[in-house]
């Protein structure tokens, strides 16, 4: 393949949410994942929305975040055509590079607990699970 990396736009909207679409991570199009609300998170200096393209073709994405205390790498996902030939690990470290501007971050993921891919994914990236922490989270709406 002809493997390019480089920070996303809105422009890259549909393309983004088409590779989150076929490998299978939900989508929330009347909330974060809106064009309006990724427009808004896109456009942060904190935030860099990374795709990974076969030529033209947008093959992977993820995006990585500083939220002031730590790093985050979300919605990483890749277009099942192209799994297996380490394109997420490269988007990881491509994420891990952004996020080092901020200094020695801890840099975290959240995963679902039978997501056993993105669970060795992360390991072999030198991750490690917190077993003790369980995600609480508080909505103002269901579908935000
Ligand atoms: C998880 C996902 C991003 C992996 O993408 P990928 O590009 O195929 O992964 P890589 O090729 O970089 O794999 C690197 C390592 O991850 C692990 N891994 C990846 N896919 C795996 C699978 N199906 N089963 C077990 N381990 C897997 C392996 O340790 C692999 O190393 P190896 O190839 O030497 O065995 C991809 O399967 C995906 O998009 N899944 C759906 C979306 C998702 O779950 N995203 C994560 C949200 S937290």
């Not at 456009?43 to 990585?64: E, K, Q």
């Not at 990483?76 to 192209?82: G, K, T």
């Not at 901020?102 to 607990?113: H, T």
Request: net charge negative; charged share 30%; glycine share 8%.
């Amino acid at each position: 393949m002809d493997k390019r990396f480089r920070r996303l736009t809105i422009d890259d909207y549909n393309d983004m949410l088409r590779v989150w679409a076929v490998a299978g991570l939900p989508i929330k199009p009347n909330g974060r994942d809106s064009r309006s609300m990724i427009e808004t998170e896109i456009g942060r200096d904190h935030c860099a929305f990374l795709g990974v393209f076969d030529s033209d073709r947008m093959v992977g994405v993820t995006i990585a975040q500083y939220d002031g205390r730590r790093g985050w790498i979300c919605r990483l996902a890749v277009d099942p055509d192209f799994r297996g030939l380490g394109l997420a690990q490269d988007l990881i470290q491509k994420g891990e590079e952004f996020l080092a501007q901020y200094g020695e971050v801890v840099v975290c993921a959240l995963i679902e607990e039978l997501n056993m891919p993105s669970m060795d994914l992360f390991e072999k990236a030198g991750f490690r699970c917190e077993n003790e922490i369980k995600y609480w989270t508080r909505r103002p709406r269901a579908d935000l």
